[in-house]
């Protein structure tokens, strides 16, 4: 039987309100940074059954614990801390979350208007902190036992719900002031609940499914000139339903007759890997300027963000053909200016069975593809220990089931140049909307809260910018890896111009020599040193519930002249 709701304050009635409504809405997770404005909330969320409660103390390791809950569920996860600057330290999440189109909901517990601007404590401006990154902002009433407000806080919650999810998701910030009495057991003076009130029937909310935009791979087609020299470019994105994502590029393909170019970040790779139609190695192909020329398209249609590839975007706005962009409404994701249209939306099948159309065009990448393929084996086939090859590695030992998570810099650029499939892989995800460090370790271990294997491959440097994340890891639920490439600085640097620059090291290499079996045992995290492939590969079949870390030791220096010498540019 349940038990009966008997609050003895406002703003448990109010935040008991609060937490049912997002439940029943579709809540699964909340992410709590302790704090003492934010009791109620926290306290309602904890009691509520069907809410998963994660607490980080550190907010903006929270941040992104809640973002990576997000990207694995499809669904936004919340976030609540106290008011001051804990509510600051979220803003690189939100811009993540805002990038990447991810929903996500930020409750940031405030003082009441009679307590600002005058110096009390803990206490900042905090209404539009985000600036213009939340998809939508705002600030609750006051906790009030009125059922007009009661009812107004509701629906503002139901509202931000919906906002985040669609048709431009993102992150929805809610600003709630709270009085004092705070917590839940101390009686107010004079408290009463609205008569007749009863919490079941008041969140007791109709169904409102999210409603998507979509449009079919026909409509695309229908859409785009009538050339056989089209190249259908897909970023590094997430798709909700892989299955469908994959057929609906497959029949664009095969309407059209033109190749399939997919970021190694986009799941796709594996999952068109046997379709005949893709080109992954599109990167190493580009960087010749006569296959470049040779290859020059007359038409692109590009589904969601450009890939990481800088070969592919120069390559695409020395074209300058027009394009076709499909993804988030009204947002411009083309930063080579391209002549192009765009429809707002994601791409879905038709279930149409389609016979395959071939082109002198398509005939000609894909012979390019196996002489570039059978190069890049070649590279990676060796037993010494650098980057490239990890990638390769992971390939073998993971799954369609499981997850690989992305850190920036270096290992993006590694899974999009050695990352060949032969078929479905696991599914990829990465923070790939702004392009930081920030967060890596904690997005991955959100995403692992849903108990499926995920691995994480990052530098040193994100790794050690986002340690805190440790603190979140001991008696975690979840099963996660983490592969830190420890080259003892930040090797992308080492391929830039400045490289040369005689304060290099001082200024950009970031050298570090932390040791961080000592930083993982501190923390009561396993960590293995992989000796060679082998001591790798037995190493990634550890499996179960936590965190463990298996730091690869590379030489900066070497690799970046290993790199230099593999993907010189050749000219023609």
């Not at 080259?487 to 040369?500: D, E, K, R, S, T």
């Not at 220096?557 to 010189?568: G, I, K, M, Y």
Request: proline share 6%.
């Amino acid at each position: 039987m349940a038990k009966a709701f008997r609050p003895v304050n406002t703003n448990t009635l109010w935040a008991a309100v609060g937490v049912r409504t997002l439940r029943r809405r579709g809540l699964t997770h909340v992410v709590i940074s302790p704090g003492s404005r934010s009791t109620p909330m926290a306290a309602a969320f904890a009691e509520e059954a069907g809410v998963q409660v994660t607490v980080a103390l550190d907010e903006r390791s929270a941040g992104f614990i809640a973002l990576g809950i997000a990207k694995a569920t499809h669904r936004p996860a919340a976030l609540l801390c106290t008011s001051g600057t804990a509510v600051a330290n979220y803003l690189p999440a939100v811009i993540e979350a805002r990038m990447s189109a991810t929903p996500l909901l930020v409750l940031s517990a405030d003082r009441p208007a009679e307590l600002r601007e005058c110096h009390s404590g803990q206490t900042i401006r905090q209404n539009d902190l985000y600036g213009s990154y939340p998809v939508w902002t705002t600030e609750a009433a006051a906790p009030s036992t009125s059922p007009r407000l009661l009812r107004h806080w509701r629906q503002t919650l139901v509202d931000a719900w919906q906002r985040s999810q669609g048709p431009l998701a993102g992150p929805v910030h809610l600003n709630l002031p709270f009085r004092d009495p705070l917590t839940p057991s101390e009686a107010e003076p004079g408290f009463k609940l609205p008569v007749g009130f009863d919490l079941e029937s008041f969140t007791d909310l109709p169904a409102c499914p999210v409603v998507h935009s979509y449009v079919t791979s026909f409509s695309v087609a229908e859409a785009l000139p009538k050339t056989p020299r089209g190249v259908i470019v897909a970023g590094p994105q997430h798709f909700e339903d892989r299955d469908d994502s994959a057929q609906a590029l497959l029949e664009l393909s095969l309407f059209t007759g033109w190749p399939i170019l997919a970021d190694g970040a986009s799941t796709l790779r594996g999952d068109l890997a046997s379709s005949g139609r893709l080109i992954s190695a599109y990167d190493l192909i580009l960087r010749d300027s006569g296959e470049a020329r040779a290859l020059a398209p007359e038409a692109v249609v590009v589904i969601g963000p450009l890939p990481t590839s800088k070969a592919l975007r120069t390559w695409l706005e020395k074209a300058d053909a027009p394009t076709l962009l499909i993804g988030r409404p009204g947002e411009n994701t083309d930063p080579t200016h391209a002549r192009w249209s765009r429809i707002d939306g994601a791409i879905a099948s038709t279930g149409i069975k389609l016979t395959e159309q071939k082109s002198a065009y398509l005939t000609s990448w894909r012979k390019r593809q196996r002489t570039a393929r059978t190069r890049l084996d070649k590279l990676v086939a060796g037993e010494r220990l650098f980057e490239g090859g990890i990638i390769s590695r992971l390939d073998q030992a993971l799954g369609m089931h499981d997850r690989l998570f992305v850190g920036s810099s270096m290992p993006i650029r590694d899974l999009e140049w050695f990352y060949h499939p032969s078929g479905p892989g696991p599914e990829i995800l990465s923070n790939r909307g702004a392009n930081g460090i920030d967060g890596t370790v904690s997005t991955a271990l959100g995403a692992s809260l849903d108990g499926r294997r995920t691995v994480l491959l990052c530098g040193d440097l994100a790794f050690l910018h986002d340690s805190n994340a440790l603190l979140s890891a001991y008696g975690h639920p979840g099963d996660l890896t983490v592969v830190v490439i420890n080259n003892q600085g930040g090797g992308i640097f080492n391929h830039l111009p400045v490289a040369g620059h005689a304060r290099f090291e001082q200024l950009w290499g970031t050298p570090q020599a932390t040791d961080l079996g000592r930083l993982c045992a501190a923390h009561r995290v396993r960590h293995d040193l992989a000796e060679g492939w082998a001591s790798f590969r037995r190493l990634l079949e550890v499996r179960g519930k936590g965190v463990r870390v298996i730091e690869l030791r590379t030489d900066r220096e070497a690799d970046a002249a290993w790199r230099l010498r593999s993907f010189r540019k050749r000219t023609a």
